[in-house]
T-cell receptor
Framework: AQTVTQSQPEMSVQEAETVTLSCTYDTSENNYYLFWYKQPPSRQMILVIRQEAYKQQNATENRFSVNFQKAAKSFSLKISDSQLGDTAMYFCAFMKHSAGNQFYFGTGTSLTVIP | GAVVSQHPSRVICKSGTSVKIECRSLDFQATTMFWYRQFPKQSLMLMATSNEGSKATYEQGVEKDKFLINHASLTLSTLTVTSAHPEDSSFYIC?????????????????FGPGTRLTVL
């Protein structure tokens, strides 16, 4: 079974500062995908960033980047130059690399950006 | 990205009645759709996976006779909460994905609907 753990239920960061959200996972799979999703107050799930496990290079999307440590099964999200619109719940998720498989979500981290 | 819609966005019903929630993929054909349930300040819990034209696969602990899922076309899946009770009140989210491309063996992105808030009085 796959498990995803987010050990920080709540975090806050000053506007324009940098914050890192932690995620660890447990799996016996070798090929898989990892994701960070954002859920703002509207409750719409928005894909922030995706990482393929076979890629050693960390994924980056503008102000968002990940630190993927496959051996340690760690997948943290760094948000640079935090903006008020970044305030949301952030979910780390795991998906096996095979057909028909679903997401396994972490418990989420509530991030508040303080003006 | 692709768009997934849900209808209704909010529904209030009396205990004992049935409620149908629709999930539609608007600009792609969704071979697979997923239904999630989310309680306040909690994560998304997968309820069931539905593939077009076949019976849904339910997660352990989810009553298939209570949560009826139909995926009759490549653009529509419905979740019917039968004989709803107050404990069924929750936020229900669907997601949709195109068919898995075995040749490319690549990831097909999953797109989420905006969710439906169900309140059972």
């Amino acid at each position: 079974a796959q498990t995803v753990t987010q050990s920080q239920p709540e975090m806050s960061v000053q506007e324009a500062e940098t914050v890192t959200l932690s995620c660890t996972y447990d799996t016996s799979e070798n090929n898989y995908y990892l994701f960070w999703y954002k859920q703002p107050p509207s409750r719409q799930m928005i894909l922030v960033i995706r990482q393929e496990a076979y890629k050693q290079q960390n994924a980056t999307e503008n102000r968002f980047s990940v630190n993927f440590q496959k051996a340690a099964k760690s997948f943290s999200l760094k948000i640079s130059d935090s903006q008020l619109g970044d305030t949301a719940m952030y979910f780390c998720a795991f998906m096996k690399h095979s057909a028909g498989n679903q997401f396994y979500f972490g418990t989420g981290t509530s991030l508040t950006v303080i003006p | 990205g692709a768009v997934v819609s849900q209808h209704p966005s909010r529904v209030i019903c009396k205990s004992g009645t049935s409620v149908k929630i629709e999930c539609r993929s608007l600009d792609f054909q969704a071979t697979t759709m997923f239904w999630y349930r989310q309680f306040p300040k909690q994560s998304l819990m997968l309820m069931a996976t539905s593939n077009e034209g076949s019976k849904a696969t339910y997660e352990q602990g989810v009553e298939k006779d209570k949560f009826l899922i139909n995926h009759a076309s490549l653009t529509l899946s419905t979740l019917t909460v039968t004989s709803a009770h107050p404990e069924d009140s929750s936020f229900y989210i669907c997601s949709a994905r195109e068919g898995w491309d075995r040749q490319r063996s690549s990831y097909n992105e999953q797109f989420f609907g905006p969710g439906t808030r169900l309140t059972v009085l």
